[in-house]
């Protein structure tokens, strides 16, 4: 049973394209491990992909720190026009790095081809338009399929739109693209639209979704105690990862709801002795006006709540000791939620 379509948003689009590139595991694992300094062992056969490092994640971006001191400590800024209009006014900044080295770490050392349409596999990248309230889907995509809410463009390369989709607020600044007709468009973090674009794999073809995801909220624990003991960083993160985790626990709900209400429909035709294609036809239609498939299984793998260590981890690091930490914390989510279902 081969993956045949990928799927990624923020740095789940940078992993989805070294996969769907056929770069296997084992080279993911021997590129951080050799980017970071640590190496278990010597692997059987040499990776096929460059270590990565701190200098192929962060790209400084302009202005400088200079050139940030000179705008926002402007004479009389904050007096004049309180915290906030002094933030919105002076503070122009709109990212600290920029993803354009792992821009040029895809396109040079990962990417087979920088061409969807000649990938091999289906691969599709998220992003979010800076500048308007609907996301971007990139890849191998029917330039006649219309959704209000996303536009599909198929004429921009794997690594931009990977690096698009990677730019995360404000860590990372807003990513240009020059589109086909000459306009330069600016995306950001593609989970910043919409979390888990699963119904990206459904509405082309999929018929099991594995969905992967690192966010999940803290819940107490006696070693850790309470998050206002850790100050406004946590904190903040910790109301990120609620709105998230609620959209999650949202569109899993109304996707189970709308099974529930297809067999509702066919066990009651079924108790009344109705004919079963009325009851066929009837779910066709609302099915397809929904746009829902209900012969497609889902199964999310993510860190457990109680997991404090997933939560307080520093997700850009690349020291061996929290890597590791990271891939076992992983490693035991699939497993246990693998263990619910049965080949």
Same mark, same amino acid.
């Given at each position: ?204 073809? /999929?018929?099991? !979704?594995?969905? +992967? @995801? &690192? $966010? ?117 989510? /699939?497993?246990? !939620?693998?263990? +619910? @279902? &049965? $080949?």
């Amino acid at each position: 049973m081969a993956i045949k379509t990928y799927v990624g948003s923020s740095a789940g689009a940078f992993m989805a394209a070294i996969l769907a590139s056929g770069h296997s595991l084992e080279d993911i694992v021997h590129s951080f491990q050799m980017g970071s300094g640590l190496l278990i062992r010597k692997p059987k056969e040499k990776s096929k992909l460059k270590p990565i490092n701190y200098f192929d994640i962060f790209s400084a971006n302009k202005p400088t720190i200079d050139s940030v001191y000179k705008t926002f400590f402007k004479k009389h800024a904050v007096s004049s026009w309180g915290i906030e209009s002094a933030l919105k006014n002076n503070f122009k900044v709109n990212g600290f790095f920029t993803t354009n080295s792992l821009e040029r770490y895809l396109r040079k050392y990962v990417l087979p081809t920088n061409s969807f349409n000649e990938l091999g596999v289906e691969f599709f990248s998220v992003a979010t338009y800076l500048n308007h309230s609907r996301k971007a889907i990139f890849g191998q995509l029917n330039s006649n399929k219309k959704n209000p809410e996303a536009y599909y463009i198929n004429d921009v390369s794997i690594s931009d739109a990977v690096a698009a989709s990677m730019s995360l607020p404000p860590v990372f600044a807003p990513y240009p693209i020059k589109m086909s007709d000459g306009d330069t468009v600016y995306f950001f973090d593609g989970e910043i639209r919409e979390t888990l674009s699963t119904h990206v794999a459904k509405e082309f073809g /999929a018929d099991l !979704v594995i969905s +992967s @995801y &690192s $966010i999940q909220p803290y819940e107490f624990t006696k070693e850790v105690g309470s998050l206002s003991e850790y100050g406004l960083p946590l904190i903040l993160n910790q109301a990120l990862y609620q709105v998230v985790q609620q959209k999650i626990a949202r569109a899993v709900e109304a996707r189970e709801s709308i099974n529930s209400i297809i067999k509702i429909i066919s066990g009651y035709f079924k108790e009344h002795n109705l004919p079963k294609e009325s009851a066929d036809a009837l779910i066709e239609i609302i099915c397809r006006k929904i746009n829902h498939r209900k012969d497609v299984d889902y199964i999310y793998i993510h860190p457990r709540g109680q997991n404090y260590e997933m939560f307080f981890v520093d997700h850009f690091s690349l020291s061996p000791q929290i890597l590791s930490r990271i891939v076992k914390e992983g490693f035991k989510s /699939a497993i246990g !939620v693998l263990r +619910s @279902y &049965s $080949i």
